[in-house]
């Protein structure tokens, strides 16, 4: 498969999966539902491997490692992420999921002591200035009130999932398998979100509505085995700064998809705060050096 088709792979459907969610909305709590589908998701992962001949063991000291990324990557912060959508529209949960990449930078400087440099700051604060415009309409508007547990959801999502995410460089770095590591991962956040519901619940609902379904299997498959095989096949072969991209084109088409089913409305400032954070996404994931070699600027900067 060309890269190009694994690019769109990803970035069409990770940019979908978030309206996606809004369709579990209705009888089933939403934590029941992300139980349901990292289970489903993370036990397919597990079987599929198992039928690759892909060894799953691992040891009671990388289990614990695995099930703590689980927790932070597939449990708490989809629950997060669920929620919040119930409170602002799909599109601006997935906005705020990108700052993500300004909390990684921040947690691999705190946790690996990596050094920020200017490149990563002036990305970063791009970033930050493109999500506050995006969001400034909504929250200046006459529902700005009932629009905060909704930002401050899915900003606490971000947080959990990039705290995830090192805890995945940590797993990387010690050569824990990586497709068995996603799959255990997937079914211990499931089981954390399924304990949660039934400790604050008391029973399981479910819905056999096609539309609850249809978008279960959908996140399930598509969202969370496919696109994952599609971005890490991706990775491997240009690399983590090139596949990184993917993060810049996923909230453009969540607001897209957005706009056409939730009637969210483009502003001026969603323009010029989307082109901002998506601009600093680029200069934080970009080889400013390769770049201008590129473009035979590099040589003159070398000179």
């Given at each position: 498969m060309p890269n190009s088709l694994l690019y769109l792979l990803s970035t069409l459907i990770w940019g979908s999966t978030w309206l996606a969610i809004t369709f579990q909305f209705g009888d089933v709590p939403a934590t029941a539902s992300v139980a349901y589908r990292f289970l489903l998701a993370g036990g397919v992962m597990l079987g599929w491997c198992t039928a690759r001949g892909v060894s799953i063991r691992v040891s009671r000291q990388q289990l614990g490692w695995i099930a703590l990324q689980g927790v932070l990557m597939f449990g708490v912060s989809y629950m997060l992420v669920y929620e919040a959508e119930r409170h602002i529209p799909s599109g601006l949960v997935a906005v705020?999921?990108?700052?993500?990449?300004?909390?990684?930078?921040?947690?691999?400087?705190?946790?690996?002591?990596?050094?920020?440099?200017?490149?990563?700051?002036?990305?970063?604060?791009?970033?930050?200035?493109?999500?506050?415009?995006?969001?400034?309409?909504?929250?200046?508007s006459v529902r700005g009130s009932a629009s905060l547990p909704g930002l401050g959801l899915g900003l606490c999502a971000a947080i959990l999932a990039s705290c995830g995410n090192l805890v995945?460089?940590?797993?990387?770095?010690?050569?824990?398998?990586?497709?068995?590591?996603?799959?255990?991962?997937?079914?211990?956040?499931?089981?954390?979100a399924l304990l949660f519901t039934l400790l604050r619940d008391g029973r399981l609902v479910f819905d056999l509505r096609p539309s609850y379904?249809?978008?279960?299997?959908?996140?399930a498959f598509l969202g969370s085995i496919i696109a994952f095989a599609?971005?890490?096949?991706?990775?491997?072969?240009?690399?983590?700064?090139?596949?990184?991209?993917?993060?810049?084109?996923?909230?453009?088409?969540?607001?897209?998809?957005?706009?056409?089913?939730e009637h969210f409305e483009w502003h001026a400032l969603t323009f010029v705060g989307i082109a901002s954070a998506a601009i600093g996404n680029v200069v934080m994931l970009a080889d400013i050096?390769?770049?201008?070699?590129?473009?035979?600027?590099?040589r003159f900067a070398r000179a």
């Open positions: 705020l999921n990108s700052s993500m990449v300004i909390f990684n930078l921040i947690g691999a400087r705190l946790v690996f002591g990596r050094t920020i440099d200017a490149k990563s700051s002036i990305g970063a604060v791009m970033g930050i200035v493109g999500i506050a415009l995006v969001f400034w309409p909504e929250l200046t995945a460089q940590r797993n990387r770095e010690a050569n824990l398998p990586l497709l068995p590591t996603i799959g255990y991962g997937m079914v211990t956040g499931g089981l954390v379904l249809g978008s279960l299997a959908y996140l599609s971005y890490l096949t991706l990775l491997g072969r240009i690399g983590a700064a090139r596949a990184g991209y993917v993060a810049v084109a996923v909230p453009i088409v969540a607001l897209v998809l957005s706009a056409q089913f050096q390769a770049l201008l070699g590129r473009i035979g600027i590099g």
